[in-house]
C-alpha cells in the first residue's frame, strides 16, 4: 500500500485542485477528534486527516478492515497496537511514534491501533483500499 500512498502523493496537488471531488467528515464522538477531507481515487480513497490532541486514557483502539498506508504530513503521533479477533477490543502491546515523514502501513482486518498526538495536532495523508472482510 505505501507505492500506491507514494503514487497519489505525486497526483495529489491536480487532485486538491479538483474541488468538486472532495468530500468533509468531522468525527468528535470519540478523542482524537478527527477532521476529514476524502475522495475516490480508482479504487482507493484518499483521506487527508486532523487530529487533535487526548490523553491516554481517552485514545479509540480500533480495527481498520481494509488495507490502508499513512504518511505524517506535521505533528507527531504515538501509535498502540493490538490484534483481536470478532471486534472485540484487544490490549494495545505496543507503542511507535511517528514523526513527520514517517510512513507506515496495516494489511491484516485483525490489526488494531489507537492514535495519540503528541501536540495540539496531527496532520496526516491515508490511503485506503476495499474492506478485507464483510462486516465492514
Request: net charge negative; aromatic share 12%.
Amino acid at each position: 500500500m505505501i507505492h500506491v500512498l507514494t503514487t497519489i502523493e505525486s497526483a495529489l496537488p491536480k487532485l486538491l485542485a479538483e474541488e468538486s471531488g472532495w468530500k468533509g467528515f468531522y468525527a468528535d464522538g470519540e478523542k482524537p477528534h478527527l477532521r476529514r477531507l476524502w475522495r475516490q481515487w480508482h479504487e482507493y480513497r484518499i483521506n487527508l486527516h486532523h487530529f487533535t490532541s487526548c490523553g491516554s486514557e481517552e485514545e479509540f483502539p480500533h480495527p481498520h478492515p481494509w488495507k490502508m498506508a499513512v504518511r505524517i504530513l506535521e505533528g507527531s503521533y504515538l501509535m498502540g497496537l493490538g490484534r483481536g479477533l470478532n471486534l472485540e477490543t484487544p490490549p494495545l502491546l505496543t507503542y511507535t511514534e511517528y514523526k513527520p515523514g514517517d510512513c507506515y502501513e496495516m494489511l491484516d482486518a485483525d490489526e488494531w491501533h489507537a492514535i495519540r498526538p503528541q501536540g495540539d495536532e496531527a496532520l496526516t495523508i491515508m490511503v485506503s483500499g476495499p474492506p478485507v472482510y464483510g462486516e465492514n
